[in-house]
């Protein structure tokens, strides 16, 4: 089983940026992939971006294209998740997991966050208009 804790969450303003770590304890399997959620208020847990293990192979949601990066730092067992050009819709909970991975060919595929397991106790990110 691992553990993970999520940080870096805060109030920012539209346009603004904010870095968020998601801290891994225990092993992770080489083919799974760890995964940032956001859960909006009132309103399902839905995937925003998930990355191999490796670190080679991404997915974004398209809300999250050209927006937010997610990188994987080996050596500190830890996922960032790079937000920029906040909007108020990302306002809510975000979360980090992991899971089985599933591949097309040489895509990363997001298949929803019932395979996803391990959740983290979440950090909340609010966005000002």
């Known amino acids: 089983e691992v553990q993970f804790v999520e940080s870096g969450g805060g109030l920012v303003q539209t346009g603004g940026s904010l870095r968020l770590s998601c801290a891994a304890s225990?092993?992770?399997?080489?083919?799974?992939?760890i995964g940032w959620f956001h859960q909006a208020p009132g309103k399902e847990r839905e995937g925003i971006s998930i990355?191999?293990?490796?670190?080679?192979?991404?997915w974004y949601a398209d809300s999250a294209k050209g927006r937010f990066t997610i990188s994987y730092d080996n050596a500190k067992n830890t996922v960032y998740l790079q937000m920029s050009s906040l909007k108020p819709e990302d306002t809510g909970m975000y979360y980090c997991?992991?899971?089985?991975?599933?591949?097309?060919?040489?895509?990363?595929?997001?298949?929803?966050?019932?395979?996803?397991?391990?959740w983290g106790q979440g950090t909340q990110v609010t966005v000002s208009s």
């Open positions: 997991a992991n899971g089985p991975s599933t591949y097309h060919g040489w895509t990363l595929l997001y298949t929803g966050p019932e395979r996803f397991h391990d």
């Open positions: 225990g092993f992770i399997f080489d083919d799974y992939v």
């Open positions: 990355i191999s293990k490796t670190g080679g192979y991404t």
